[in-house]
Structures are given as structure tokens and as C-alpha cells.
């Protein structure tokens, strides 16, 4: 951990990132800790209890040679409601993050999720080199972080879709902070299943992103629910559209979505994994997060169900 945050602050870090993942079980006693930048924020995740905080507190102040820290959180997640504290500096609040080109709202420590998630920032990368004039569906949008990238890679248009009023509203905010225009922006903030007929009035689209919680409590369930997803890809996509699914889950890998989705779209390709971000490495990455890229048939006239 000592090496991992010298290596990270010897220079200036301006994006958001993650210093130190130990859930990736490469360090052996620390797989509860985890540890991101949102700069000028450090947020210490625990998901049990860490033994001597105020050491790991002055491993990194004492690695932040150019005094970029301001602030350091520890949220333990292990405990009910997620609680967090300020354990240096000043108090902490919402925190506007950058990536590259890109900038988000964040809330580190203020519930469970920051509102940006950092492993997902190659996926981020790809919608901005993909994504020229393409209609774009954003499923399980959380805060829109896909679509604000793909907005800022050409896209013509973006919908987001999720259940969640806040989060969508909050991914507004995102697109409102990257200076782009919400006329382009299609906001279905309804379960998912509810909303099929809503999503084709937006048209057919050129990529689909799936990206789901493993369980979402009386909506969706990884392991029962995202074949019914899979399936309705035909009626959503137009000829040729790439579909990126994600999953991540202990117990479901890459071999789940490319089974779900050649069962439901035979004709179509699974074109392979796209990369994490790497500083999310995985002793066992079939087990953390998957991002699997297909590619939709050219349906031709093939009617629409």
C-alpha cells in the first residue's frame, strides 16, 4: 500500500482514480481496503474493520509530497447504512471529478456509491472514440457517466434508463456539467421491464449499453433477470448495433452473457472482453467485473416483435 500511493501522488494527479485496490485479492490481508482519488478527496473504502487507520492515514499523507490531499474519508461499508467520517481535513462534500475531458459530480462517503464508478473508465474511453452519430441506449444508467461520454463522442442522441428518479436526475446534472445540450438527452427514469415501449419511441439504436447491479431489490436480478434483457435486443437495435453487458458478480463470469445472448441472437457476434481499467487488477477477474462486446445482425426487413 506504502508503494502504491507513493507511485500515485510522485505526480500530479488531476483525474479521478483508484490508489490502492485491495479487493482484487493481490494483497494478501488488506482484501478489504480500497482506496480512490477525487481530487482533492481521498476516500478510504472498508469492508471490515481496518486495524490502525491513523497509520494508513500518515502512509499517505506522508506519500502526498506536493500536498494535493485536502481531505480523507473512511466509509465502512461493512456496517449498516455505509456510515463515513472525515478523518483529515476539511469537511468533506460533493466533489466535481475529473476524467480526461470529462467531469462528474461526485458524493464521496454521503451513501454507498460515489455516483461515478472508477473501474469502468476504459468503457468511458471506448463510447468517446465510438460513438460518432450514434443513437445510444444507456440501460441501468445509475448517475449517466456512459452517456455523457458518448454525448462527448458524437453521439447524436442518448436515452438513459433507470429506476432510480435521483439518479436520473443526477445524470442530468452531468450532462448540464459537460456543457451539453439535454434536448438530446432521453430521460426514462421507470423499471426497466415497465418501459420497453417507451425505449422504441426513441428510435432503433446503434449501441446498446447494459450495465446492471448484480441485484437490484424488486427489479432485477443478474441470475434470473438479463436473459429477458438479451431477448429484447432485436426490437431495440438497429442493423448492426454493438451491445456492450456487463457483469459482475462472484458467481456469474463473460461465459453467462455470451451464452444469454447467442441463445437470444443467434445471427449475431461476440466480438470479445473489453479491458478494466487496470488499476482495478484481479487475481481472479472472471469473478470482478466483465465487459463483454457484442455485435447485432443486419436484420434486414425482418419484422419487429
Known amino acids: ?54 497509520r494508513l492515514t500518515e502512509i499517505l499523507l506522508r506519500a ?6 485536502r481531505t480523507i474519508v ?22 466535481v471529478a475529473n476524467e480526461g475531458s470529462l467531469r462528474f459530480d461526485v458524493h464521496p462517503g454521503t451513501q454507498q456509491n460515489t455516483g461515478l464508478f472508477l473501474d469502468m473508465r476504459c468503457l468511458r474511453d471506448w463510447l468517446l472514440e465510438n460513438s460518432l452519430d450514434a443513437n445510444v441506449l444507456n440501460l441501468f444508467a445509475y448517475t449517466c457517466s456512459l452517456s455523457v461520454a458518448a454525448l462527448a463522442g458524437g453521439a447524436r442522441s442518448v436515452t438513459n434508463v433507470d429506476m432510480s428518479k435521483t439518479s436520473i436526475k443526477w445524470g442530468e446534472e452531468n450532462h448540464t456539467l459537460n456543457q451539453q445540450d439535454l434536448r438530446y ?6 423499471n426497466l421491464f415497465k418501459s420497453w415501449g417507451k425505449m422504441k419511441q426513441f428510435g432503433r439504436y446503434d449501441i446498446v449499453v447494459i450495465d446492471p447491479p448484480m441485484r437490484q431489490r424488486g427489479s432485477f436480478d443478474s441470475a434470473k433477470n438479463y436473459g429477458a434483457v438479451m431477448k429484447k435486443l432485436h426490437g431495440l437495435c438497429a442493423p448492426g448495433a454493438k451491445v456492450i453487458a456487463t457483469i459482475n458478480s462472484p458467481f ?14 443467434p445471427e449475431g457476434a461476440y466480438l470479445g472482453e473489453m479491458a478494466v481499467a487496470p ?16 455485435e447485432m445482425p443486419d436484420f434486414g426487413n425482418r419484422p419487429v416483435s
Not at 456469474?252 to 441472437?265: C, M, P, R
Request: with cysteine; net charge negative; proline share 5%.
Open 1 to 54: 500500500m506504502k508503494n502504491s500511493a507513493a507511485v500515485f501522488f510522485a505526480s500530479d494527479q488531476s483525474d479521478a482514480r483508484r490508489i490502492f485496490h485491495g479487493r482484487g485479492h493481490l494483497f494478501p490481508g488488506l482484501e478489504h481496503v480500497c482506496i480512490d482519488w477525487f481530487r482533492p478527496l481521498v476516500l478510504i473504502t472498508a469492508h471490515a474493520a481496518i486495524d490502525h487507520i491513523e
Open 64 to 69: 502526498d509530497e506536493r500536498k494535493q490531499i
Open 74 to 95: 473512511l466509509q465502512n461499508r461493512f456496517e449498516r447504512g455505509a456510515p463515513a467520517q472525515t478523518i483529515y481535513g476539511e469537511a468533506a462534500g460533493p466533489v
Open 185 to 190: 438527452v432521453q430521460s426514462v427514469p421507470y
Open 252 to 265: 456469474l463470469s463473460s461465459d453467462y452473457l455470451q451464452e444469454l445472448f447467442e441463445k437470444h441472437n
Open 279 to 294: 488499476e482495478f487488477e484481479d487475481k481472479y477477474p472472471e469473478r470482478g467485473l466483465n465487459i463483454c462486446l457484442f
